[in-house]
């Protein structure tokens, strides 16, 4: 199984980037799809996660800046209003239905100020 994650790069302060995420899935076999992010120095968080019936959550530090949506075996993040504080690496996440958690290999975002 295998994610493809892209769509990151340099991008400058207030501007967009829309994250892709693809599996390798049949789309019946997964659950819950998210985007992580992790920054020098810090532990890997939570950006916005999307329940199987299109449910999505937010951390504070996105919320009415990024948009994450799902299409299939698709995962997106629609990073608008981006900040220096947001730079990092992006990484895709995917829960199937019998439990496992699968990861992308990361994108890094870099936002210039």
């Known amino acids: 199984v295998q994610l493809q994650a892209y769509g990151g790069g340099l991008v400058q302060f207030g501007g967009c980037r829309r994250l892709?995420?693809?599996?390798?899935?049949?789309?019946?076999?997964?659950?819950?799809m998210g985007w992580y992010r992790q920054a020098p120095g810090m532990q890997r968080e939570l950006v916005a996660g999307?329940?199987?019936?299109?449910m999505p959550d937010y951390a504070d530090s996105v919320k009415g800046r990024f948009t994450i949506s799902r299409d299939k075996n698709m995962v997106f993040l629609q990073m608008n209003s981006l900040k220096p504080e947001d730079t990092a690496v992006y990484y895709c996440?995917?829960?199937?239905?019998?439990?496992?958690?699968?990861w992308g290999q990361g994108t890094q975002v870099t936002v210039s100020s």
């Open positions: 999307i329940s199987s019936v299109g």
């Open positions: 892709s995420c693809a599996a390798s899935l049949n789309a019946g076999s997964i659950n819950r």
């Open positions: 996440n995917v829960q199937t239905h019998w439990g496992a958690s699968l």
